[in-house]
């Protein structure tokens, strides 16, 4: 157990529909990361906010946005879904502001578009 | 820009025996290395890492790694595998502030 809590852990919806995924980090981590793990495009890295803020970004699309709230706890809001958009989206947390390639992964939420 | 390529997409193996996974990388400046491991149906979690030092680095689960700068590369082995290791494991890269994944490679351990 990663202490990284994420949910739902399955979602399935129609093509045009919004979603939103949430994840609390481990205990004590100010940073946030969003991966999409798809068949055709692998692990992705979408985007990390740290302590509220924004920190850095990656192939995230314009139909995507995320926010880190007080508490820590952040969401990933997927809108205008396609079929294309159907995968696994992993948040991961670490400590600090910076990446230093030692993340704690949740279990993902696996999204299916229809 | 830094890359990462894992030149087998599986590698099936029987139990007890020993096991390399090959990881290339791409990149004009000094890297921190990873490999991470996803048991089904589970997140990404780390194996071991390479950041400066020896070349040769143990991990969890009694693998390892060596980081060879001349060829590039970060292979993972493993001198006899068990049926629990069967997984998908992920070599990475680490660019300043981000983490770039490979493709993964799929361990098959039969028995």
């Known amino acids: 157990d990663s202490g990284v809590t994420q949910t739902p852990k399955h979602l399935i919806t129609a093509t045009g529909q919004r979603v939103t995924l949430r994840c609390s980090p481990r205990?004590?981590?100010?940073?946030v990361y969003w991966y999409q793990q798809s068949l055709d495009q692998g692990l992705q890295f979408l985007i990390q906010?740290?302590?509220?803020?924004?920190?850095a970004k990656g192939n995230i699309l314009e139909r995507f946005s995320a926010q880190q709230f007080p508490d820590l706890h952040s969401e990933l809001n997927l809108s205008s879904l396609e079929l294309g958009d159907s995968a696994l989206y992993f948040c991961?947390?670490?400590?600090?502001?910076?990446?230093?390639?030692?993340?704690?992964f949740g279990e993902g939420s696996r999204l299916t578009v229809l | 820009a830094q890359s990462v390529t894992q030149l087998d997409s599986q590698v099936p193996v029987f139990e007890e025996a020993p096991v390399e996974l090959r990881c290339n990388y791409s990149?004009?400046?000094?890297?921190?290395l990873f490999w991470y491991v996803q048991y089904p149906n589970q997140g990404l979690q780390l194996l071991l890492k390479?950041?400066?030092?020896?070349?040769l680095v143990k991990g969890i689960n009694g693998f390892e790694a060596e980081f060879n700068k001349s060829q590039t590369s970060f292979h993972l082995r493993k001198p006899s595998v068990h049926i629990s290791d069967t997984a998908e494991y992920f070599c990475?890269?680490?660019?300043?502030?981000?983490?770039?994944f490979g493709t993964g490679t799929r361990l098959q351990v039969f028995p």
């Open positions: 205990s004590g981590d100010l940073s």
């Open positions: 991961a947390s670490s400590v600090g502001p910076e990446n230093t390639g030692e993340l704690f």
């Open positions: 390479y950041l400066s030092g020896s070349t």
């Open positions: 906010y740290y302590n509220g803020e924004e920190r």
């Open positions: 990149s004009s400046v000094s890297v921190y």
């Open positions: 990475a890269v680490h660019n300043t502030d981000k983490l770039i």
